[in-house]
Structures are given as structure tokens and as C-alpha cells.
């Protein structure tokens, strides 16, 4: 998840002053559950477990994490396709916390954190494409708290305190937890979930602004299928400068909201054209 710097500032800028955005997303999130999200709730559990350590020295510089992770054999088992049956925790493998449970710097909650966090609609959205159980999404959880909490770890002394006001080591500790998180990926679930997971990246900004949309009308009248979402996503590719390609989402373009009315309902293209209101807001 490597970006450029104007990137960085808007991203560092939407975490620590627009905080009525997360807290209006952690507010839709929270209207949207209800019976059928069940098992889209399950998915945030995790049985808790000693918070592990912040090293008062670097673990592992960000450069050397995927080099030591790639020492995994290369046949270690995996679980079986995420279509198939449920891929069942190791009895001898401790439980992962929730990274709200972790010693994490606030800047990086706020990115991460399954309950409210900027990604959190992604990863959510994520787990429905790649049809995972409620097991494998607490897994891959696992894995991303652990990638951020190394990354966060391999910061040079001092780096933590210095999070608030250095978008650059914001953005070594994306790059890293990118790095880590894909590596343990591919050990965990295999190569065709890792590959699935790659291409998925590819579209984040987009994914972003989608995925958002996808939760806030989950439960509404018209909820927005996987296969509008789709659809939206190459819309959004096809009418979103590369310059407003952002990791907070892709802008909402006026072209946006004109090709996305031959796709969307009323209701579906009210909530757009309302983020798309959000986000000049937050400008």
C-alpha cells in the first residue's frame, strides 16, 4: 500500500481532524446490523489474549519482515479453498486480540481497527468476495493485527511518538504491514486466496468508496448487490482522475454519478451522490 506523499497528508489529515467522518461511519455501521449480518458480525470476534509487547528497541527493520516471513516452508498446510468447508484453528495456535486489544499508536487504530476503522468496510467487503467463513476472516484478522503490530515494532526509536506529526512513518508502517500481511497471507491461505487478495488490492480506491456504499444500504430496501458493486467499481475506475485515486477512497466525479444512474436504483444512487457530498466536506 505504497503512495505518494499528497496521499499520505490527505489520509494523515481525514484521520486525526475529520473525525466526524469515522465516527459517522462507525454510526452507519452499527444502523446496518441486524439478523442477516450475523455472520459479518461474527467475523469481528475473536477470543482475547495477552496484548503482545511494543519492543522498546525495532523488532525487525520493514525492509527485512518479508525476507524473514518467507523463510515459512513453502508446504506448509494451508487451509482448504474458502468455498469449501471451514477451516478450523490450529488447537496449539493462541488466539489472536482484536487490534483495539494491542499496544498501537491511535493513528493506526484508526486505520485498522475492525469496529470503526478507515479499512474496516473493505475488509468486510473483502471477506464476502473471497467467500470466507467467519473462521478464516477471524484468521486473516489475526494476520493483520500481527502485521500491524510488527511494523509498528520495527519503527526506529522513537518513531511511535513522532506518528502524530510524520505522515512519512504513517506510511512505513503501511507499506510494512502491506509487506508483512501478504507474505503470512500466502503461508496461512494459500496461493489462489493470496492472488485473489492481490488483484483485489488493485482496486482499493475504489473498493473504498464501494464497499462504503455496499454497508450503508445493507440494510435498506435496495441493497446494493455484488454485482452492481462491480459494476461501480469500473465506473469509478473509468471516471476517477488518477490524481483523486486517494487511499481514504476514489473522489465521486459529476461523470461518476451521471454512468452510475444507468446502474443504480434511486435510493442507491441518493446514498452515492450523499458520499459524494461527504467527501467534498471533508476537502
Known amino acids: 500500500m505504497n503512495f505518494g506523499r499528497n496521499g499520505l497528508i490527505v489520509l494523515f489529515g481525514l484521520i486525526t481532524i475529520a473525525g466526524g467522518w469515522l465516527a459517522w461511519n462507525h454510526r452507519k455501521a452499527g444502523e446496518a446490523a441486524a439478523p442477516a449480518g450475523a455472520a459479518e458480525a461474527g467475523w469481528q470476534k475473536r477470543a482475547p489474549a495477552p496484548a503482545r509487547k511494543i519492543a522498546d528497541t525495532p523488532v525487525r527493520t520493514a525492509a527485512a519482515e518479508p525476507a524473514a516471513l518467507a523463510a515459512v516452508p513453502a508446504d506448509a498446510p494451508a487451509p482448504p479453498p474458502a468455498a469449501a468447508e471451514a477451516a478450523a484453528t490450529p488447537p496449539d495456535a493462541a488466539p489472536q486480540p482484536p487490534i483495539a486489544a494491542l499496544p498501537v499508536p491511535p493513528q493506526i487504530q484508526a486505520i485498522f481497527a475492525s469496529d470503526g476503522g478507515l479499512f474496516s468496510n473493505y475488509y468486510n467487503g473483502l471477506f464476502r468476495r473471497l467467500n470466507f467463513t467467519p473462521d478464516q476472516a477471524a484468521q486473516f484478522r489475526g494476520l493483520l493485527d500481527n502485521a500491524v503490530l510488527d511494523a509498528v515494532n520495527a519503527l526506529p526509536p522513537g518513531g511511535r511518538d513522532q506518528l502524530a506529526n510524520n505522515p512519512e512513518l504513517v506510511s512505513q508502517v503501511l507499506a510494512a504491514t502491506e509487506a508483512n500481511l501478504g507474505t503470512q497471507l500466502q503461508a496461512q491461505f494459500g496461493d489462489a486466496v493470496y492472488q485473489a487478495y492481490r488483484q483485489d488490492r488493485q482496486t482499493l480506491p475504489e473498493r473504498m468508496v464501494v464497499d462504503q456504499l455496499?454497508?450503508?444500504l445493507q440494510s435498506s430496501p435496495t441493497p446494493l448487490t455484488d454485482d452492481e458493486a462491480a459494476l461501480l467499481v469500473q465506473i469509478l475506475a473509468?471516471?476517477?482522475?488518477?490524481?483523486?485515486?486517494?487511499?481514504?477512497?476514489?473522489?465521486?466525479?459529476?461523470?461518476?454519478?451521471s454512468?452510475?444512474?444507468?446502474?443504480?436504483g434511486p435510493e442507491q444512487?441518493?446514498?452515492?451522490?450523499?458520499?459524494?457530498?461527504?467527501?467534498?466536506?471533508?476537502?
Do not use: K
Open 269 to 283: 444512487l441518493q446514498a452515492l451522490q450523499a458520499l459524494q457530498q461527504q467527501q467534498a466536506a471533508g476537502n
Open 259 to 264: 454512468q452510475a444512474s444507468t446502474v443504480l
Open 214 to 216: 455496499q454497508q450503508t
Open 238 to 257: 473509468r471516471t476517477t482522475p488518477s490524481a483523486m485515486r486517494l487511499p481514504t477512497g476514489s473522489r465521486i466525479t459529476p461523470d461518476t454519478v
